[in-house]
């Protein structure tokens, strides 16, 4: 494989070593982490003036899913417990409330109510694998759009090539990830 990923920030290493994660949840967020730092990447190059948090978003897409290493049922299975569990997990450890949100936050179906740091995270957790998510993106646009003073469509067109980018290596992704155990 070509993967070249970024590693995972010490203190979020850290945590899931006390936790003892499996390694198959270590992998995800290793992919998951590596996408949000690409994506914020681009997002800077493109624009410049976009206000945005990215370390939140790197430690953010880097922890999200922690709670599964509790509930780990939810590693093979659908399930929201792992959300508010992930983000009490967090807290006991002393990570601050305005980064351990992010395991509660990733999966939020309100997503206007959302901070834009959020909405990467999440994203990040969608496009990794491949997928898209229209009405998600379509919310990244609205705001990238209002931040930076430009029309929809003009964001559209630069966030899809992005996306489209990040979304082509999903195979090689989801392979890496499936050749780490439950």
Do not use: N, Y
């Amino acid at each position: 494989m070509s993967l070249r990923l970024h590693a995972l920030p010490e203190s979020a290493a850290r945590i899931l070593e006390e936790l003892r994660a499996p390694p198959r949840l270590m992998a995800h967020l290793t992919l998951v982490h590596d996408v949000a730092g690409r994506l914020t990447s681009a997002l800077r190059k493109r624009w410049p003036r976009l206000s945005f948090d990215a370390e939140a978003v790197a430690f953010g897409a880097a922890l999200h899913d922690v709670g599964k290493a509790v509930v780990r049922e939810e590693l093979s299975q659908p399930g929201d417990r792992h959300e508010a569990l992930g983000e009490q997990l967090l807290l006991s450890r002393g990570v601050p409330a305005h980064l351990a949100r992010f395991a509660r936050t990733h999966a939020q179906s309100e997503r206007e109510a959302l901070a834009l740091e959020d909405l990467l995270v999440t994203l990040a957790d969608t496009v990794w694998k491949g997928k898209r998510d229209e009405p998600l993106e379509q919310e990244v646009r609205r705001r990238v759009a209002a931040a930076c003073g430009l029309a929809p469509w003009e964001v559209f067109l630069s966030l899809d090539e992005v996306l489209e980018r990040l979304a082509r290596d999903a195979d090689e992704r989801l392979e890496w990830q499936a050749s780490h155990g439950l």
